[in-house]
Every structure is written in structure tokens, then in C-alpha cells.
């Protein structure tokens, strides 16, 4: 999965991703010799960051596993099955509803064999597949050929004890099966001819000049700076830090009877703020990596700990108890501050704020930290982290630069209570996501979609109740008047009132969820389609076609232009892709009236009648499956390898405008559609 999700309700930023050719795996292969009678072929892969190769042990109809197949076998024969000798993670897979197995920075695999003839010879090949967050390669084959002498193993005793000795380190291995010929297929060389009529001509030159050239990665990290500061204008909101800022600012003020001085002991305040959170980020990062976290996003049991610990900072949002650090700790450093002098008193004090905060701060970091650590990008908790402190810093530095905007401030009372209040039902929303993915890796079903979106709804309904007045909590303080006396005030403020309303819409957007409505705005956190046992909900855009050449030759025929989907059965992005838009009813119905879609799996197994041979980069490269046929399709004609991989074509095979790869935003992909249709 893995999309960037904002920390506020209602907004999303879906980030465009230019497909291109990448070799992110390069594997290597040898042979070891272990004794005189026993090899063993290994392969070692460099996989590059946040990127991960799948195991062994997959099971049927999820993402694409490791296998090997052995074309000849002479002197040889296998002993056991393929295994991975990796560092293997283990994660539910909320999209194929299974634990999956993958290997990061170097995946392992191999493979022993009992010699059984003085001399021998292996031929094979090793199938793999690999996805980041935002794309899938097509299954991809490592070929090998070795072959040397060593001494059979005859002695059938010898043998069953060399297996008993390896049995334990075996069993505790994901193994594969290690599929063996029948027959060594007739390996046809392809000419240019094969495929070299006008359809299969390559564009490359054609789609790289409609690209526009937008710079993904720098839009993805400017996301995330947003996304980190959106959290620290909440946070300024909160009673914790709001009334801080009046005093702080009177503090550098009164500190220095020169005013350049006082704004520049502002500035510093506000830079050493800065230079906290940015530490904090970093420390992440450092400590377990951008790959590491997002292992942990989805993995079982952090996700139950993930969901205990919104569940706690929501109940305390909501007045239940208050999260603090330790006294004895927080009044160590204030007290610290008042005893030096200069920049380490300024940056004392900023840290003192950091402590005395944590009970606001503390949730929304902590939140942000989780979502911002499983994008994949290595920067992305820094960066969150910038934008926090700086969102957090900028109001002290302003007010110091302009103290009489403070008159104009809002003044501290129950409203940051409000905000408080809000965001505690935020966290326990989100929590349910966490919780989602724990019960999908144990197959509890107690939170089915149905389950989570009822969930949801009585949430938000309930905020919206908060906001307009009719609910209150243990921390909503009573409002006195002059004379001391208590005042009964039964009206809802207008920002109030609009923010309830907002809340009640949402609410009541979820309820066809209930009969299978898709709900785009909340796919990315409630769980899967499958899990909903009743839905009335058909509108399903199908493939006219499987066959390239056939496709074409229809739309040809009817003169309609062609839109070519390359995915895979074990595409994760694919799948979000067809379930967060391709839904919409809007790209439902240009899909299926105004394209020929053509569909081609880049992992369909269906064997060729014979095996191909293409030259690709001045090598040699097999073509033994239909899905192999439809990866050089990709490779070749578009200079793409990368699922998911969308394409709109004219008659001819020529590209209408450029292509488009994963990006879950709906107006994005109506715009890719309806330029083709303008094109054409």
C-alpha cells in the first residue's frame, strides 16, 4: 500500500507516480560446493529501498512467490525444495486478505542438489516477484546454468542420514516448490518479424514526450511537510500550548528593554523549537528506518499496540485521564533554564514547553510519526517534523515581532477544550483502522466492513452531536458570569455549528456504505469489499479483451480508441486501483461505452505454445508464458515495467497521451481518460 493519508477527517492528498523503467532487484547466482556428492545453487539479491521481494510460502491467489524451475537436470537431482535464507518479515496483506512474506535490502534464496553422475549439468531459472508502496514488477526470471564433476551419492543410508543431520534447519525455513520439467522446451530464437508489426512498434519517444516531467518525489515530500504542519496548527490550538504563548512572549519582552533584542530571543525560542522536533524525526528515522516502520504498519501485533495506544491518547483527548511525563523530569529542565543564561536558557525553555505540552502534543506526534513513517520515505519523519515545529514556533516568533496582535488573539477558555475534544474522537476513528488489520491477519471477522463503517458513523454522529451542544464531557468547563453565578447557555456558536453539521454529512455519507456503496473517501481505512456480506452494489468495469492483438483488431473494426491495463493478479496497487476508482460511476462508464479495454496479466502462467527468445539490452531473454509475452508487450513497446500501468492508444498503437500509474485520485484519472478521448 502502499497512498499518503492527511491527519484530518475529510482530507486526502493523492499523489501522482510517473512509471518508467527499474531494475529494483539485481540478483546474482552461484554455485557452492557443500561436500564431494551435495551442491547448492544460491541466489542473492540487492533490493533497493522501500522496495521487497516475496518468499516462498504464499499461498495461492495472493502476490507473486518464489519458485524455481529446472528446464534440465543431468547428474543431478533436487534435494528438498527451494527455500528462503533471507531475513524474512512477515505481514497481512489487507488486500489479498493473507500473511504474506518478503525480504528488504537483500533477499536470499536456494536450492540443494544431490549429485548422482560423475559429471552434471542444471538449467533453470528462478521466478520472483517485487512491489513498493506505489508499484509491482512483473513476475521476473533469473536464469542459471552451471555444471561441473563431483562424486554420486550412492549409498541411500548416506543419504537419509545427510537429510536427517538438515531436517531441523529445513523445517524452519519458508520452502517453495521446485518445479522440474518434464520435457526441456524447444526454445524458438524470435526475429524482429515475431513481433514487429505496427501494433508492437515501440512509442517510448512518443509517451516521453507528453509527459509533463512533474517532479513526484518533491510533490510527495511537500505533502508531507503540510501534512506535519497541519498537525502542529492543531496542536497550537490546545490548551496545552495556546495560553503558553501570551506568557512567553510577555517573558522576552519584559527580558529586554530593547526591542531588536527581545525579538531575537523570540526567534531563537522559536528556532530551538524547531531544532527538537526535527531531532525527534530524525531519531526515528535513525533508529528504525522508513522500511522498518512501514514492515511495522503492517504487521499484526503492532497494529493491535498501535490501536491500544490512539485508543489511550483518545480517551484522554476526551477527558478521561491526562498523559504527562514524569514531574521530577520536566521540572529538572525548568528548573535548569532559569539557572543559565544565553542560547541554552532560550533553548532550555523550548524543551520545557515540549514536556509541559506532551499531554496535547504527545497524541498528535505520536499519531503522525505512525502515518508519516509508513510512506516509505526515508525523509518523511523529518520532514513531518519540520513542518510540525514550525507551525508550532511561528506564533511566538510573530507576537514577539508584533505584541499588539496579541490584543487581537483569541483569549484561552473552553473553545481549546472543544478542539481537544475533536481531536480525541479522531484518534479513536483511526484507532479502528489499526484494529482492522489486526483482525484480518487473525481471521477473528469482528470487524468486518459493515462492522467498521456502523463504528464510524455512531462516531462521527456523535462528534457532531459534541459540536452542536447536546453532549459534554468531564473537562467541559462551566461558563460564570460576573457576579460569580452559573450560566445556563443552550447556544451553539456558529463554527460550532457548522463543524457539527460537517460532521452529521459525514455520518450520514457512510450509511449506504452499510448496503456496498463504495465510500471512496473512507476506502483507504475501512476494510476490504470482500469482508461485507451483503452488498447490493454492481457496477463493474470488466475487460473487453485479454489478447493485445485482438483488442486492437476490435477497435480497429468499431473505430474506437483503446485503453491497454497492464496488472497483475498479484498487484496490491492494481487492485486498489479498480477498487477506488474504477467505481466511481463517472470513469465506470467511459471505461466500458468509449474504450476498448484490453487487459494483460504480466503473471498469467498459461505456458506459450513455444518457448521465445527475444533480445533485449544485447541478451538473450525467454518468453515461456502468456504473462511473458505481455511484460515484453510493456517493456518494449512502452519502456515500462511497473504495475499498475494504464495507456491509451489510437487504432495504429500510438499513444493518444501520456501514461498513468498509481494515483487513487478520481478527478486525476477522469482527466488522463477524457484528454485520450479529446486526442482521439
Given at each position: 500500500m502502499?497512498?499518503?493519508?492527511?491527519?484530518?477527517m475529510?482530507?486526502?492528498c493523492?499523489?501522482s507516480?510517473?512509471?518508467?523503467?527499474?531494475t529494483?532487484?539485481?540478483?546474482?547466482v552461484?554455485?557452492?560446493?557443500?561436500?564431494?556428492?551435495?551442491?547448492?545453487?544460491?541466489f542473492v539479491?540487492?533490493?533497493?529501498?522501500?522496495?521487497h521481494?516475496?518468499?516462498?510460502?504464499?499461498?495461492?491467489?495472493g502476490?507473486t512467490?518464489?519458485?524455481?524451475?529446472l528446464?534440465?537436470?543431468v547428474?543431478?537431482?533436487?534435494?528438498?525444495?527451494l527455500?528462503?535464507t533471507?531475513?524474512?518479515h512477515?505481514?497481512?496483506?489487507?488486500?489479498?486478505e493473507?500473511?504474506?512474506?518478503?525480504?528488504?535490502?537483500?533477499?536470499?534464496f536456494?536450492?540443494?542438489?544431490?549429485?548422482?553422475e560423475p559429471?552434471?549439468?542444471v538449467v533453470?531459472?528462478l521466478?520472483?516477484?517485487?512491489?513498493?508502496?506505489?508499484?509491482c514488477?512483473?513476475?521476473?526470471?533469473v536464469?542459471?546454468k552451471?555444471?561441473?564433476?563431483?562424486?554420486?551419492?550412492a549409498?541411500?543410508?548416506?543419504?537419509?542420514?545427510?537429510?536427517?543431520?538438515e531436517?531441523?534447519?529445513?523445517?524452519?525455513?519458508?520452502?517453495?516448490?521446485?518445479?522440474v520439467?518434464?520435457?526441456l522446451?524447444?526454445?524458438t530464437?524470435?526475429?524482429?518479424a515475431?513481433?514487429?508489426?505496427?501494433?508492437w512498434?515501440?512509442?517510448?519517444?512518443?509517451?516521453k514526450a507528453?509527459?509533463?516531467?512533474?517532479?513526484?518525489?518533491?510533490?510527495s515530500l511537500?505533502?508531507?511537510?503540510?501534512l506535519?504542519?497541519?498537525g502542529?496548527l492543531?496542536?497550537?490550538?490546545?490548551p496545552?500550548?495556546?495560553?503558553?504563548?501570551?506568557m512567553?512572549?510577555?517573558?522576552?519582552l519584559k527580558?529586554?528593554?530593547?526591542?531588536?533584542?527581545?525579538i531575537?530571543d523570540a526567534?531563537?525560542?522559536?528556532?530551538?523549537?524547531v531544532?527538537?522536533?526535527?531531532?525527534?524525526?530524525?531519531f526515528?528515522?535513525?533508529?528504525f528506518g522508513?522500511s522498518?516502520?512501514?514492515?511495522?504498519?503492517?504487521?499484526?501485533?503492532?497494529?493491535?499496540?498501535?490501536?491500544l495506544?490512539?485508543?489511550?491518547?483518545?480517551?484522554?483527548?476526551?477527558?478521561?485521564?491526562?498523559?504527562?511525563?514524569p514531574s521530577?523530569?520536566?521540572?529538572?529542565?525548568?528548573?535548569?533554564?532559569?539557572?543559565?543564561t544565553?542560547?541554552?536558557?532560550i533553548?532550555?525553555?523550548?524543551?520545557?514547553?515540549?514536556?509541559?505540552s506532551f499531554?496535547?502534543?504527545?497524541?498528535?506526534?505520536?499519531?503522525?510519526?505512525?502515518?508519516?513513517?509508513?510512506?516509505?520515505?526515508?525523509?518523511a519523519?523529518t520532514i513531518?517534523?519540520l513542518g510540525?515545529?514550525?507551525?508550532?514556533?511561528?506564533?511566538f516568533?510573530?507576537?514577539a515581532m508584533?505584541?499588539?496582535w496579541?490584543k487581537?488573539a483569541?483569549?484561552?477558555?473552553n473553545w481549546?477544550?472543544c478542539?481537544?475534544?475533536?481531536?480525541?474522537?479522531?484518534e479513536?476513528?483511526?484507532?479502528?483502522?489499526?484494529l482492522?488489520?489486526a483482525?484480518?491477519?487473525?481471521?477473528?471477522?469482528?470487524l468486518?466492513?459493515?462492522?467498521?463503517?456502523?463504528?464510524?458513523?455512531?462516531l462521527?454522529a456523535?462528534?457532531?452531536?459534541?459540536?452542536?451542544?447536546?453532549?459534554?464531557?468531564?473537562h467541559?468547563?462551566?461558563?460564570?458570569?460576573e457576579?460569580g453565578?452559573?450560566v445556563?447557555?443552550?447556544?451553539?456558536s456558529i463554527?460550532?455549528?457548522?463543524?457539527?453539521?460537517l460532521?452529521?454529512?459525514?455520518?450520514?455519507?457512510?450509511v449506504?456504505?452499510?448496503?456496498?456503496?463504495?465510500?471512496?473517501a473512507?476506502?483507504a481505512?475501512?476494510?476490504?469489499?470482500?469482508?461485507?456480506?451483503f452488498?447490493?452494489y454492481?457496477?463493474?468495469?470488466?475487460?473487453?479483451f485479454?489478447?493485445?492483438?485482438?483488442?486492437?483488431?476490435y477497435?480497429?473494426?468499431?473505430?474506437?480508441p483503446?485503453?491497454?491495463d497492464?496488472t497483475?493478479?498479484g498487484?496490491?496497487?492494481?487492485?486498489?486501483?479498480?477498487?477506488a476508482?474504477w467505481?466511481?460511476?463517472?470513469?465506470?462508464?467511459i471505461m466500458?461505452?468509449?474504450?476498448?479495454l484490453?487487459?494483460?496479466?504480466v503473471?498469467?502462467?498459461?505456458?506459450?505454445?513455444?518457448t521465445?527468445?527475444?533480445k533485449?539490452?544485447d541478451?538473450?531473454v525467454k518468453?515461456?508464458?502468456?504473462?511473458?509475452?505481455?511484460?515484453?508487450?510493456?517493456?518494449?513497446k512502452?519502456?515500462a515495467n511497473?504495475?499498475?500501468f494504464?495507456?491509451?492508444?489510437?487504432?495504429?498503437?500510438?499513444p493518444?497521451?501520456?501514461?498513468y500509474?498509481?494515483?487513487?485520485?478520481?478527478?486525476?484519472y477522469?482527466?488522463?481518460?477524457?484528454?485520450?478521448l479529446?486526442?482521439?
Open positions: 502502499k497512498k499518503h493519508v492527511l491527519f484530518l475529510f482530507i486526502c493523492a499523489l507516480c510517473v512509471a518508467q523503467m527499474s529494483p532487484v539485481k540478483f546474482s552461484q554455485q557452492k560446493k557443500i561436500s564431494e556428492n551435495t551442491i547448492e545453487v544460491e539479491g540487492k533490493v533497493d529501498a522501500g522496495w521481494v516475496y518468499g516462498t510460502d504464499i499461498a495461492d491467489g502476490p512467490r518464489a519458485e524455481l524451475t528446464e534440465k537436470t547428474g543431478l537431482k533436487p534435494d528438498g525444495k527455500r528462503a533471507g531475513s524474512l512477515r505481514a497481512m496483506d489487507e488486500m489479498f493473507m500473511e504474506v512474506s518478503y525480504m528488504e535490502g537483500t533477499a536470499k536456494a536450492q540443494k542438489f544431490t549429485i548422482t559429471k552434471y549439468e533453470g531459472y521466478t520472483y516477484g517485487a512491489c513498493n508502496d506505489q508499484n514488477m512483473p513476475p521476473t526470471n536464469e542459471f552451471f555444471e561441473g564433476t563431483g562424486t554420486p551419492q549409498d541411500k543410508a548416506a543419504v537419509e542420514k545427510e537429510k536427517a543431520e531436517k531441523v534447519a529445513e523445517e524452519s525455513v519458508p520452502v517453495a516448490d521446485t518445479v520439467a518434464d520435457t522446451a524447444t526454445d530464437a524470435v526475429a524482429p515475431e513481433f514487429s508489426g505496427d501494433l512498434t515501440p512509442v517510448i519517444d512518443e509517451l507528453l509527459e509533463d516531467g512533474a517532479d513526484t518525489k518533491d510533490n511537500l505533502g508531507i511537510f503540510l506535519g504542519m497541519l502542529g492543531v496542536a497550537l490550538l490546545t496545552c500550548v495556546w495560553p503558553i504563548i501570551p512567553t512572549v510577555s517573558f522576552f527580558r529586554n528593554k530593547e526591542r531588536s533584542k527581545s531575537r526567534v531563537t525560542y522559536g528556532v530551538s523549537i531544532i527538537i522536533y526535527v531531532a525527534l524525526g530524525l526515528v528515522t535513525l533508529c522508513a522498518a516502520l512501514n514492515a511495522l504498519s503492517t504487521n499484526a501485533v503492532f497494529n493491535i499496540f498501535f490501536f495506544m490512539l485508543l489511550t491518547f483518545g480517551a484522554s483527548f476526551l477527558g478521561g485521564f491526562e498523559i504527562t511525563l521530577r523530569f520536566t521540572n529538572a529542565v525548568d528548573k535548569k533554564s532559569e539557572t543559565t544565553g542560547l541554552l536558557s533553548f532550555l525553555m523550548a524543551f520545557t514547553l515540549s514536556l509541559v499531554s496535547c502534543t504527545g497524541p498528535i506526534i505520536g499519531f503522525l510519526l505512525v502515518e508519516l513513517g509508513t510512506t516509505g520515505n526515508l525523509l519523519p513531518g517534523m510540525f515545529a514550525i507551525a508550532l514556533a511561528l506564533p516568533t510573530l507576537f508584533f505584541p499588539a496579541l487581537s483569541p483569549k484561552s477558555g481549546m477544550n478542539v481537544k475534544v475533536c481531536l480525541g474522537f479522531l479513536l476513528a483511526f484507532a479502528l483502522k489499526f482492522s488489520v483482525d484480518l491477519a487473525y481471521g477473528w471477522h469482528i468486518d466492513r459493515e462492522a467498521f463503517l456502523c463504528l464510524w458513523i455512531m462521527f456523535l462528534l457532531g452531536a459534541y459540536l452542536i451542544g447536546w453532549i459534554r464531557f468531564p467541559d468547563e462551566d461558563e460564570y458570569d457576579m453565578e452559573l445556563v447557555n443552550h447556544r451553539t463554527p460550532r455549528f457548522f463543524a457539527g453539521l460532521s452529521f454529512a459525514f455520518a450520514l455519507y457512510m449506504p456504505g452499510l448496503w456496498g456503496a463504495p465510500c471512496k473512507v476506502s481505512f475501512a476494510p476490504p469489499m470482500q469482508t461485507q456480506d452488498n447490493l454492481d457496477n463493474e468495469v470488466k475487460a473487453h485479454t489478447d493485445y492483438d485482438e483488442g486492437m483488431a477497435a480497429k473494426a468499431h473505430n474506437m483503446v485503453m491497454i497492464f497483475g493478479y498487484c496490491v496497487n492494481c487492485r486498489k486501483m479498480e477498487a476508482v467505481t466511481d460511476p463517472r470513469v465506470a462508464d466500458n461505452n468509449k474504450y476498448v484490453i487487459t494483460l496479466y503473471d498469467e502462467k498459461t505456458p506459450l505454445p513455444e521465445l527468445t527475444v533485449e539490452n541478451q538473450e518468453l515461456r508464458t502468456v504473462g511473458d509475452r505481455w511484460s515484453y508487450l510493456q517493456r518494449s512502452f519502456g511497473a504495475q499498475p494504464y495507456v491509451l492508444l489510437n487504432n495504429e498503437g500510438h493518444l497521451t501520456k501514461s500509474s498509481y494515483n487513487e485520485d478520481i478527478s486525476a477522469l482527466d488522463f481518460l477524457q484528454k485520450g479529446d486526442k482521439y
